[in-house]
């Protein structure tokens, strides 16, 4: 069933939302943990872990492998990360079942789509164009892209604003607490996935609609899009 009240614009969470990144991401994440003696991640575990971005995943991996190292050296490893990950972005990251039909459905009826994604700008844009995506969204903001990145509600309000929209009318869609932060500072609704990227149950985490396939997404409109 839709919400209470109409959208015209809706902001998607990037990495367990609309793609399933977890694949490269693991290979990127195992060859930097590899060029330090550290043992390697399985895509399982890695899920768990992604959501604040490629330095954190690594501070979150080094914890769970031997202890975290020192900031000169994470510096490296992240840069080496982005480095890897930059050239092999889309190998084995797929858009989630059902996304492109939700994409074309929304985009028939006038929703204007964004991205607010913790990842940055230019990978998120890479990656929705290899993915050929791209031509959906109005807007894509990266964490490196705007004032303060999610669960800042700046994020969300940015990526409105480049969209020409406003947050009373819109509708936030991610898998975390993080994207349901965001959403509630900016006093948007939200709808969680319910196979994203989270350590935590999401049903744990207060949302308005909690879907299990992105194929419920156009349900949370009204039939005309107003």
Not at 25 to 35: E, K, Y
Not at 91 to 101: A, H, I, L, M, Y
Not at 102 to 116: F, H, Q
Request: with cysteine; proline share 6%.
């Amino acid at each position: 069933m839709p919400f209470p009240q109409s959208f015209r614009a809706a902001l998607f969470d990037l990495d367990g939302t609309l793609v399933d990144t977890a694949p490269d991401l693991t290979i990127a994440l195992n060859t930097v943990l590899a060029a330090m003696d550290r043992p390697s991640f399985d895509v399982h575990d890695v899920r768990n872990m992604i959501g604040g971005g490629a330095r954190k995943l690594i501070i979150h991996a080094l914890e769970q492998s031997g202890g975290v190292l020192g900031d000169d050296v994470i510096d490296r490893m992240h840069k080496d990360y982005l480095n890897y990950y930059s050239g092999a972005i889309a190998v084995e990251s797929r858009p989630f079942e059902g996304c492109q039909d939700m994409l074309e459905e929304l985009s028939s009826r006038g929703i204007a789509m964004g991205i607010s994604t913790n990842k940055p700008q230019a990978l998120a844009e890479s990656l929705i164009s290899e993915l050929g995506l791209r031509h959906y969204f109005k807007a894509i903001r990266g964490w490196d892209s705007v004032t303060a990145p999610k669960p800042d509600k700046l994020h969300l309000l940015e990526t409105l604003n480049a969209m020409g929209e406003r947050p009373e009318n819109a509708v936030m869609i991610g898998d975390s607490r993080h994207d349901q932060q965001a959403a509630t500072n900016a006093g948007m609704p939200v709808a969680l996935v319910t196979f994203g990227y989270t350590a935590e149950p999401i049903e744990n985490v207060p949302a308005g609609r909690y879907l299990q396939s992105l194929r419920e997404v156009p349900e949370l409109f009204l039939s005309d899009g107003s």
